[in-house]
């Protein structure tokens, strides 16, 4: 809470140095004049104005109410993953201890990351990517009928919200889903392997559903201005755009790595999130400059239970990922 707290508290003056320098950023938003790809994630802009008008705030004021409670959800959830991981329940005290301040430390670091360079929609995708993830994992409450409606349901609701907040990320991570599905034995998952595989597919196709909505029927006016579409050949230019991710992401470079080596076995909700961060790494790549970390962050944060299990086994005790199969 303290290190949330903090690193928003530098997040809001980033916002008032955003909003010093070019004033028309979120009303160019606001009015449908945005260049794309901004003009397509409307959500948290147009919230935080709707809260602004309301409670007669500053817009950049708002923006840090829902990154502070976007935060909150994903650490949350990203917590309850961790603490609820066979991996960490069967630890010892020493790895468990370990475990949470390499957690608190990735927290920390990533964070950090967002005062650089500060976009609305960063941390309001990772709680998404987060509760999705915590979804995947953990069955709800009640029946079996009523359990799996209500799994189903929540995933699908955060693919339409994450919709017009950031698409692509929600669509990678349940083409991850159905890739683990067909390929995997679909182990954790809280709902049984092929309604799991529908459930994500039906999410995948609402996110795509909703990003097609914004591009081509609600914005079709907007353009990318300046900015080339295609990136790949400018990223792969030299090695400079290679710095700024290999610092700031250098914790999933090690547990993509560690993992593709099959030096660590994740359960099928965690390997599904891990797949669609490497979809999402090419797009990345090909669209997007690849020294922007802030683009890739949401997946970063989502995957720290990951880390900080791969972290424990590998680190503090070798053998233990053996002993929870």
Do not use: K
């Not at 917590?79 to 201890?97: D, G, K, M, N």
């Not at 929609?121 to 995947?136: G, H, R, V, W």
């Not at 290999?246 to 470079?253: E, I, M, S, T, V």
């Not at 490497?278 to 989502?302: H, K, N, Q, S």
């Amino acid at each position: 809470m303290i290190l949330i707290a903090a690193v928003i508290f530098l997040e809001f003056w980033v916002y008032s140095l955003q909003l010093h320098q070019n004033p028309r950023f979120f009303l160019d938003i606001l009015q449908g004049i945005a260049d794309a790809p901004a003009q397509y994630r409307i959500g948290v802009v147009f919230a935080a104005d709707w809260l602004a008008r309301h409670t007669h705030q500053a817009i950049h004021h708002t923006l840090v109410l829902i990154d502070f409670c976007s935060a909150l959800a994903m650490t949350g959830a990203l917590t309850t993953l961790l603490f609820r991981s066979p991996v960490y329940r069967r630890a010892e005290r020493v790895a468990q201890w370990f475990g949470g301040a390499v957690f608190c430390l990735l927290t920390l670091n990533y964070l950090l990351w967002l005062t650089w360079y500060v976009r609305p929609e960063t941390l309001t995708s990772a709680a998404l990517l987060s509760l999705t993830l915590l979804l995947l994992s953990i069955p709800m409450p009640g029946g079996a009928v009523l359990s799996r409606s209500l799994g189903i349901a929540g995933m699908i609701g955060l693919s339409a919200v994450a919709g017009i907040v950031r698409a692509d990320l929600q669509a990678t991570l349940h083409a991850g889903v159905c890739l683990i599905c067909l390929l995997g034995p679909g182990r954790g998952f809280a709902l049984p392997r092929w309604l799991q595989f529908g459930a994500s597919a039906l999410s995948l196709l609402v996110a795509c559903a909703c990003q097609y909505y914004m591009m081509h029927v609600r914005y079709p006016h907007a353009t990318y201005g300046s900015s080339p579409v295609l990136m790949l050949f400018s990223n792969l230019r030299g090695p400079l755009p290679w710095v700024v991710p290999a610092l700031a992401l250098f914790p999933w470079f090690w547990t993509t790595f560690t993992v593709l080596r099959g030096r660590f076995r994740p359960e099928g909700p965690a390997l599904s999130a891990l797949a669609g961060s490497l979809l999402f790494f090419c797009m990345w790549m090909t669209v997007g400059r690849f020294d922007e970390v802030r683009i890739f962050l949401p997946y970063a944060l989502t995957l720290m239970p990951l880390t900080v299990t791969v972290a424990m086994t590998r680190l503090i005790q070798p053998d233990l990922d053996s002993r929870v199969e």
